[in-house]
């Protein structure tokens, strides 16, 4: 148990962008005709985000600086804000970027670090043009003859992001059940008459955290928390009415196996697991039963988990919602305050559950 904690605390960690001076080869995709935007073979499961700056390098020295404006999990689009050498930024193009830090732009041309190039030729053969290839650069069959996927012509364009939001890799999401039901019961002669709420609500909130590196082992796990206050009231026919107060905390990993989590528009398989502690208080009091006590109260300690699987659904700003099918179980343990009795009870059972969520 002590290791799996350790490994779940570690996880967080581990998911990392690229550092700066760090390198990648990578393939132009498509270009604009202005060479303004390019889109390369590289996205999030390399460890590119959202917003990171490089140098585009061929042997002949740096040919363009560019930011990340969107990525995919293998696809990123560039916007270029320093044209060096147009003539190499050409669609099949393999060259290396260089992370860097982010460089404060300016409108003023006179300020500009290098005045922007205008091409010679439109398109090139890459080894014509001297640059190296590296493995992993030509990363389709035939580049030159390549389809480039509907989504990413449209990112290039403007028009679209890709399919992915694994910049928003921290997520909160909220669930809810109440009902706010009240029972009365009187006897046929009208000498008893007991009223008493018979309602139930759950409610909670929680908290999910997924790795950015994609193309690691990990990046299909996420890790997750959350609280749930719980209360159930209910009286049966004869006027005898319970109570129980929970608070329960939860913490667990959910598995994406076949699709991953930063994908938007798509529905978006899981596996759930997770262990619950908590706190338990349940309250009793008579009805027509007059052997019975007055009222009896018990306070507790529960613990339990839940396995089960279900369905995410995310849109590109980050607004989602999500299914769950369990198995759940929680024990709980309570000593009474008057007799001081233990007693042990057992809850478990399938559960459906739906909450709302947001990534950010």
């Not at 132009?28 to 202005?34: C, L, M, Q, R």
């Not at 669930?175 to 309602?199: C, E, M, V, W």
């Not at 107060?245 to 994406?256: C, I, Q, S, Y």
Request: proline share 4%; glycine share 8%.
């Amino acid at each position: 148990m002590k290791k799996i904690i350790f490994l779940m605390l570690l996880l967080p960690a581990l998911a990392l962008a690229l550092e700066v001076d760090e390198k990648l080869t990578v393939r132009i995709v498509k270009t604009s005709e202005s060479k303004k935007t390019v889109m390369l073979n590289r996205g999030t499961e390399d460890g590119l985000v959202e917003g990171d700056h490089a140098k585009f390098i061929v042997t002949a020295g740096i040919v363009a600086r560019g930011v990340v404006v969107r990525v995919s999990p293998t696809r990123s689009v560039w916007s270029i804000y320093r044209l060096v050498n147009a003539d190499f930024i050409t669609n099949d193009s393999v060259m290396s970027i260089k992370i860097t830090p982010a460089v404060k732009m300016t409108k003023d041309e006179s300020q500009a670090l290098v005045q922007e190039d205008i091409p010679t030729q439109v398109s090139g053969d890459p080894a014509k043009l001297g640059i190296p290839l590296a493995d992993g650069a030509m990363d389709l069959a035939n580049s030159t003859d390549a389809q480039v996927s509907a989504d990413d012509l449209k990112a290039i364009e403007g028009n679209d992001i890709p399919s992915s939001i694994v910049e928003k890799n921290t997520e909160i999401y909220g669930f809810i059940n109440i009902s706010g039901l009240t029972a009365n019961t009187k006897t046929d002669t009208g000498d008893q008459n007991y009223s008493n709420s018979q309602s139930f609500h759950h409610i909670g909130i929680g908290g999910e955290y997924y790795p950015r590196k994609e193309r690691e082992w990990y990046s299909k796990f996420s890790l997750i928390g959350e609280v749930a206050l719980m209360r159930e009231n209910s009286q049966a026919y004869s006027g005898v009415s319970v109570e129980n107060d929970l608070t329960e905390f939860a913490v667990g990993t959910n598995w994406h196996p076949t699709t991953l989590p930063s994908v938007a528009n798509e529905l978006i398989p899981y596996f759930h697991a997770s262990f619950n502690v908590g706190t338990v208080k349940s309250a009793y009091k008579k009805g027509t039963n007059t052997s019975s006590p007055e009222e009896m109260d018990a306070n507790g300690a529960t613990s339990g988990f839940s396995i089960g699987g279900g369905y995410k659904f995310y849109t590109f700003k980050g607004f989602g919602m999500r299914f769950l099918f369990d198995y759940y179980m929680r024990q709980e343990k309570y000593k009474e305050d008057i007799l001081f009795n233990v007693h042990n009870k057992k809850v478990s059972g399938p559960r459906f559950m739906m909450a709302l969520a947001y990534r950010f």
